[in-house]
T-cell receptor
Framework: KNEVEQSPQNLTAQEGEFITINCSYS?????LHWLQQHPGGGIVSLFM???GKKKHGRLIATINIQEKHSSLHITASHPRDSAVYIC????????????FGTGTLLAVQP | DTAVSQTPKYLVTQMGNDKSIKCEQN?????MYWYKQDSKKFLKIMFS???????INETVPNRFSPKSPDKAHLNLHINSLELGDSAVYFC?????????????FGSGTRLTVV
């Protein structure tokens, strides 16, 4: 079992829908990272969270440290949001080591 | 200027060959990493160097050897390539171990072993 689990693994939505991607982890972490990977492969950092909530445009990320859970929300989804969304946790300790979730493949249809 | 640059972007080679992938960062970061992304898009760390010193060495075949000539460069050399080595390899860097700030990925190198 992976230390970082994401759900759903695949998600198809219609343009304009509100989307939620969930991430649960089983290890103690100092922070959590949401990443976006478009077809073509480049990885872009969306958010880094250690508590609470962050918002950037139509994207909102929340984290509950006690429940070891984070969510990524996309409001008013658009086909250009189609990508793989990856949750990664920073494993505590002296090393800056990321443990990745399995990713969520999002397809937003016009 | 690209912050974390990898070369080559694509690499097709035959089984048994030896190949290298280069990574350079111009962010002034102290820590660099190599990650492997398999066909199911799962990313896993392979190595990490902090200021030229190896600090993470996951369970990776010893055919893979990282080399950091200085803190701005972390190259990955692979000996005796096997079909299972086909994957996308990502380099990344961060300011320091234990710090999130400025964690940046390269654009990846797609390695295909035939």
């Amino acid at each position: 079992k992976n230390e970082v689990e994401q759900s759903p693994q695949n998600l198809t939505a219609q343009e304009g829908e509100f989307i939620t991607i969930n991430c649960s982890y089983s290890v103690g972490i100092s922070a959590l990272h949401w990443l976006q990977q478009h077809p073509g492969g480049g990885i872009v950092s969306l958010f880094m969270l250690s508590s609470g909530k962050k918002k950037h445009g139509r994207l909102i990320a929340t984290i509950n440290i006690q429940e070891k859970h984070s969510s990524l929300h996309i409001t008013a989804s658009h086909p250009r949001d189609s990508a793989v969304y990856i949750c990664a946790v920073l494993y505590g300790g002296a090393t800056n080591k990321l443990i990745f979730g399995t990713g969520t493949l999002l397809a937003v249809q016009p | 200027d690209t912050a974390v640059s990898q070369t080559p972007k694509y690499l097709v080679t035959q089984m048994g060959n030896d190949k290298s992938i280069k990574c350079e960062q111009n962010l002034g970061h102290d820590t660099m990493y190599w990650y492997k992304q398999d066909s199911k898009k799962f990313l896993k760390i392979m190595f990490s160097y902090n200021n030229k010193e190896l600090i993470i060495n996951e369970t990776v075949p010893n055919r893979f050897s990282p080399k950091s000539p200085d803190k701005a460069h972390l190259n990955l050399h692979i000996n005796s390539l096997e079909l299972g080595d086909s994957a996308v390899y990502f380099c990344a860097s961060s300011q320091a171990p234990g710090q999130w700030v400025g964690y940046t990925f390269g654009s990846g190198t797609r390695l295909t072993v035939v």
